[in-house]
């Protein structure tokens, strides 16, 4: 089986400009968690979509929002980026909700 | 005081040395994560655990439920090893989200 993949894998953006982030699960598996990684602030988790439905979210701003297809694939959106951006995004996927697997991430740098 | 605490934050030892890493929970869990983070940012999972012990290799997890502690143990370390080791719970009433620990950082040296 192929395992998590994510896109793009590096990404330089300016602030104020916006990014879409796209995570694509082991195949069968519904639930997508998205994870901010930064090295002040350790792992933190975004949200997590389940059969197109997000079903948590953490404590993030409005700027930070997602979405799940049909076939599980997810996307992250960041509207008006800001330097603290910056970060390491990860994805991981699941059969059920118990994220295990995890994508290669997507490094966000923010000028 | 942090949910999920690890010790050592940091840990450089010799090849071949036997290592342990520390974690430490204060809240109700249905399940503890250990993972690695290679440099360049990938995570594995290792072991997902709620009770007892589980070996892979050279890798040992054990976890105790009524002491809210988990060890990571690694046999006959070895320059590979080297690596970040998270420790990640699963709160009992969190809806699988994951509480993170802040990581060990384990360097072996040939």
Request: charged fraction near 15%; charge should be positive; proline fraction near 4%.
């Amino acid at each position: 089986k192929a395992g998590v993949t994510q896109t793009p894998r590096y990404l330089i953006k300016t602030r104020g400009q916006q990014v879409t982030l796209s995570c694509s699960p082991i195949s069968g598996h519904r639930s997508v968690s998205w994870y901010q990684q930064t090295p002040g602030q350790g792992l933190q988790f975004l949200f997590e979509y389940f059969s197109e439905t997000q079903r948590n979210k953490g404590n993030f701003p409005g700027r930070f929002s997602g979405r799940q297809f049909s076939n599980s694939r997810s996307e992250m959106n960041v509207s008006t980026l800001e330097l603290g951006d910056s970060a390491l995004y990860l994805c991981a996927s699941s059969l059920l909700g118990v994220a295990q697997y995890f994508g290669p991430g997507t490094r966000l740098t923010v000028t | 005081k942090n949910e999920v605490e690890q010790s050592p934050q940091n840990l450089t030892a010799q090849e071949g040395e036997f290592i342990t890493i520390n974690c430490s929970y204060s809240v109700g869990i249905s399940a503890l994560h250990w993972l690695q983070q290679h440099p360049g940012g990938g995570i594995v999972s290792l072991f997902m655990l709620s009770s007892g012990k589980k070996k892979h290799g050279r890798l040992i997890a054990t976890i105790n439920i009524q002491e809210k502690h988990s060890s990571l143990h690694i046999t006959a370390s070895h320059p590979r090893d080297s690596a970040v080791y998270i420790c990640a719970v699963i709160g009992a009433s969190s809806n699988y989200q994951l509480i993170w620990g802040a990581g060990t950082k384990l360097i072996i040296k040939p």
